[in-house]
């Protein structure tokens, strides 16, 4: 893992760290909270190891990064996901997919409504807060908005007893995604929210998702 900064189109530094190389670009989105990026380590070095270039980082305001000097911007956090992808553009990825956990799982729909560098996938991991106000025009404000306007490959999974979001929310939020492309998974209960669906437990193992979600990667970006 290489850990590198960057600047955001509206001057924000963004701490990063960066793991394999290639053409298949994978930029991966935090929970809330402070544990930041740090939470998406092991799954990013699983992903190196198997041919992607992945970029994970701390959104502004979270961990080492910056915070915008002028206040807020309403569409703050999706100038960071944009940053992180034309990074991965500009260090020759040839294919970028968005993997997102709960917030950050709907901050990656949103994202992949309006994809600014080009998007060719997203996967959303227990996608939450469907009807929070995330961004601003051009944006779609919440997730369930970007759902029409999403018209790329999507997976997405969701714990059958999840405490933040339901089987029955994320049916709908599936079943309004404008692509024919559209996977869920719905999982049994004590599979875990988040990253914690595609990352190894205390013993050492890693769940069948996650090697599910490297067959969707694979997929997308060939």
């Known amino acids: ?23 298949r670009g994978v930029v991966l989105v935090h929970e809330l909270g402070r544990q930041g990026m740090c939470g998406w380590w092991d799954y990013a070095a ?25 206040g807020n911007d309403r569409n703050g956090l999706m100038s960071d996901i ?11 990825a040839r294919k970028l997919v968005l993997i997102g956990a709960s917030q950050g799982a709907s901050e ?8 600014r560098p080009r998007i060719d996938g997203v996967v ?9 106000p995330l961004t601003a025009p ?14 790329l490959p999507a997976m997405l999974a969701v714990e059958a007893a999840d405490r933040y979001v339901s089987v029955h929310d ?23 929210h988040g990253w914690n669906l595609v990352a190894t437990d205390g013993s ?3 769940p069948p998702l996650s090697d599910t979600v490297v067959a969707f990667l694979r997929r997308v970006t060939t």
């Open 46 to 70: 699983y992903l190196s190891t198997r041919g992607f270039h992945v970029l994970l980082f701390d959104h502004r305001c979270v961990g080492d990064s910056g915070c915008p000097a002028g």
């Open 108 to 115: 990656a729909l949103i994202a992949g409504a309006i994809p």
């Open 138 to 151: 051009p944006y779609p404000p919440t997730a369930r908005a970007a759902a029409p306007k999403l018209r």
């Open 170 to 192: 994320t049916r709908r939020l599936v079943a309004g995604i404008n692509s024919r492309d559209k996977r869920l998974i719905e999982l049994p209960a004590g599979a875990g």
């Open 204 to 206: 050492g193992k890693r």
């Open 82 to 92: 944009d940053t992180a992808g034309r990074f991965l553009r500009l260090h020759g």
């Open 124 to 132: 959303a991991l227990s996608a939450d807060e469907l009807e929070l």
């Open 1 to 23: 893992m290489r850990p590198i900064g960057l600047r955001t189109s509206d001057g924000v530094q963004i701490a990063a760290a960066e793991a394999g190389a290639g053409a």
